[in-house]
């Protein structure tokens, strides 16, 4: 069955690091365009970048452009999410996502960041 297993997360001060990974499987992950979207206490959730199937475009939102860096690994069927200069705004549960045209796209269970002092 389809699995997106999100790793990584935790507590960190502000202006630390963290790198979250997404491992997945049960799909042909090399096919899809893979996500990272978060959801802050009491906020929405919001995307916070992307990367094309073959790696080779990303794009972010704004409030993380030249902090956050997502990369993948078509050979490890992984994703991945590296996140400096993180703020306390940057709390929140961190899910990866998969996207396949306008109807495949496949979800995981989200992992916890939490920026604080």
């Known amino acids: 069955q389809v699995q997106l297993v999100e790793s990584g997360g935790g507590l960190v001060q502000p202006g630390g690091s963290l790198r979250l990974s997404c491992a997945a499987s049960?799909?042909?992950?090399?096919?899809?365009?893979m996500h990272w979207y978060r959801q802050g206490p009491g906020k929405e959730r919001e995307l916070v970048a992307f990367?094309?199937?073959?790696?080779?475009?990303?794009a972010y939102a704004d409030s993380v452009k030249g902090r956050f860096t997502i990369s993948r690994d078509n050979a490890e069927n992984t994703v991945y999410l590296q996140m400096n200069s993180l703020k306390p705004e940057d709390t929140g549960i961190y899910y990866c996502?998969?996207?396949?045209?306008?109807?495949?796209?496949?979800w995981g269970q989200g992992t916890q960041v939490t920026v604080s002092s």
């Open positions: 996502n998969a996207k396949r045209g306008a109807v495949l796209t496949y």
């Open positions: 049960g799909f042909t992950f090399s096919m899809y365009t």
């Open positions: 990367i094309t199937s073959t790696g080779t475009g990303t």
